[in-house]
């Protein structure tokens, strides 16, 4: 059995976005079947057409597909993807993990490998501690955390954060971060593979 890794996001902006579809190249690079999914938007439709930010980036990421129980059931590894909001993942990202109960309860995470990333406006604005907070919920889970360590050196010249790539918004996407995330997303995989051998 192969990896099949879901890459599951909430992005208002882009940030996470373009994290995510790193995430996706790198996954399918290291041999994974890899799926994208964006977890529903729960803001109503007319506050987003107000900021001309939120508005772009909805549109031009209408055609992703919106995560599912289904896609859920189908991985055996996940790397999830949300900005910080107040020390914990966006609203919209917790209220797709509330649908997963039945899944949990039926052992659905149980020994299965699961990695975060963030982002946040400013860079102490609570994102290790939202991929601290979120990893709480992988435990409840039973879920195998696979956190980058201090495994690359691409991990120190992000910034060091050991718990999952973190994004500053507004910063670009050079090679460094690239690198990082992509190594975060192999190192999954790597492990995903020893666990489903």
Known sequence: MGVKLAVIYYSSYGTNHRMADIAVGA?????????LRKVPETVPTNIIAGVDAWRAHAEATAEVTVATIDDMQWANAYLFSAPTRFGVQASQMRAFIDTLGGFWVRGGFAGK???AMTSAQNTHGGQEQTLMSFYASAMHWGSIIV???YTDPAIYKTGGNPYGYSHTMGA???SEAVASISHQARRLVE???????
């Open 172 to 174: 670009e996407f050079g």
């Open 27 to 35: 996954g399918r690079a290291a041999g994974a079947e890899v799926r």
């Open 113 to 115: 490998a699961v990695s």
């Open 147 to 149: 956190a980058p360590g």
């Open 191 to 197: 492990v995903a593979a020893k666990l489903v051998a």
